[in-house]
């Protein structure tokens, strides 16, 4: 017997064709969507508008996965972190992140990284590979499964309210899964999270950003963490292969197509690396260069362990912040989540230290 696929991360169009080759006719697309990704079913035996037969076969056919849980923490901030598994035991972390009456889930989209972010605990473990469509989407919908939140809540009142993607993994070095995946988070007719509350970071991969935001239409954020290319290099390496000049213009060529869009600079403070009053300064010019309406978010480093940096001072950081705001440009600051169980920004890993 033929292997069985899994449905989870099939475009709508692939499961037409899929249905297809088992003489299906394409009205079922709508009918099994629904089961999927607004009941959140995992299995065909309660998709009770199909007759038994039809269910059968599909469960003769098709896989329903979620990632495997190998382990979870709850940070005394509730900050909620797994470990999860996918079937060739390759693992990523996902973060949880509540607020009082919303919450983001922070997912993954790559085993690894191959940026190699200097201040990045993720980008000290290589890549390994590209997370598939449906890698990606059932992340989310195994925090749902946690959080029982299904079926999707018709209103904009959910706890697992917005999608960050910014777990491990360069999102735009998965370009074709991640749009897929994104697709189907943000699909009306599913879990239909309204793109306004899907944010997606990238490093910078200058080339695929205009392409990338126009294809899912959700927000972006760049890790700038820098102010001029000199000093972007010795904490981002990736800065020679795409200079701050190329991810600028594509910021800009992002706006100019929709005067509403608004860009997150990412900021990292560090310690006697890019934190000065002349960093501030340059980094206003450089806005202002390439007109472009954007916020800042100021992130305290997270330190891990054996990394090279240090945060910079509660004073720095508010320092820094007061100088961008008076140049216009709203800055919070981040608060630090789940640090104490290795949630925060930059401390996922998913690999034991050798
Ligand atoms: N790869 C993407 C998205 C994942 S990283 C990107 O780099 O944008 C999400 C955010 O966490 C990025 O802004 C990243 O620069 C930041 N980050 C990485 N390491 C960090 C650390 N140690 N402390 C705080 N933030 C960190
Ligand atoms: Fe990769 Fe982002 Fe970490 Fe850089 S910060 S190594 S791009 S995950």
Redesign the pocket.
């Known amino acids: 017997m033929a292997e069985k696929k899994e449905i989870i991360g099939l475009s709508r169009e692939e499961l037409t064709s899929e249905l297809a080759r088992i003489g299906e006719k394409p009205f079922r697309t709508k009918q099994i969507w629904q089961w999927l990704y607004f009941h959140g079913v995992t299995d065909f035996s309660k998709m009770t508008n199909l007759s038994k037969d039809l269910r059968l076969k599909l469960a003769e056919t098709f896989t329903i996965s979620r990632p495997k849980i190998v382990t979870e923490q709850i940070s005394s901030d509730k900050t909620h972190k797994w470990l999860l598994e996918f079937s060739d035991g390759q693992r990523i972390e996902m973060v949880y992140i509540p607020e009082e009456e919303s919450g983001a889930v922070c997912i993954s989209t790559q085993v690894g ?1 191959a ?3 200097k201040f ?1 605990h ?2 000290s473990q290589k890549l390994t590979r590209n997370l598939s469509a449906g890698e990606i989407v059932s992340q989310f919908m195994l925090a749902r499964d946690c959080y029982d939140e299904w079926p999707s809540p018709t209103n904009e009142v959910r706890h697992l309210s917005n999608i960050v993607v910014m777990g ?3 999102p735009l070095h998965n370009q074709e899964n991640v749009i897929k995946a994104i697709n189907i988070l943000t699909d009306n007719e599913g879990i239909s999270l309204s793109k306004r509350r899907v944010t997606m970071s990238t ?1 910078g991969i200058a080339p695929k950003i205009v392409e990338t935001m126009e294809a899912t239409g959700i927000r972006l954020a760049i ?1 700038l963490h820098a102010p001029n290319n000199t000093i972007r290099e010795k904490i981002m390496p990736i800065t020679k292969k795409y200079p701050l000049e190329d991810v600028l213009s594509a910021c800009q060529k992002y706006q100019n197509a929709d005067g509403s869009r608004y860009i997150t600079f990412e900021y990292l403070m560090l310690d006697g690396i890019n934190d000065s009053f002349e960093c501030a300064e340059e980094l206003i010019s450089l806005m202002k260069k390439y007109q472009l309406r954007a916020s800042f978010n100021l992130i305290p480093f997270n330190p891990w362990p054996e990394c090279e940096f240090k945060p910079s001072s509660n004073n720095r950081v508010h320092a820094f912040a007061k100088k961008l705001n008076e140049a216009g440009f709203a800055a919070p600051i981040r608060v630090a989540r789940g640090q104490d169980i290795l949630a925060a920004c ?1 401390q996922l890993k998913s690999k034991k230290e050798q």
Do not use: D, L, P
Request: aromatic share 0%.
């Open positions: 990284c940026v190699g972010c990045c993720t980008g491990m993994g360069e490093s890790s930059g």
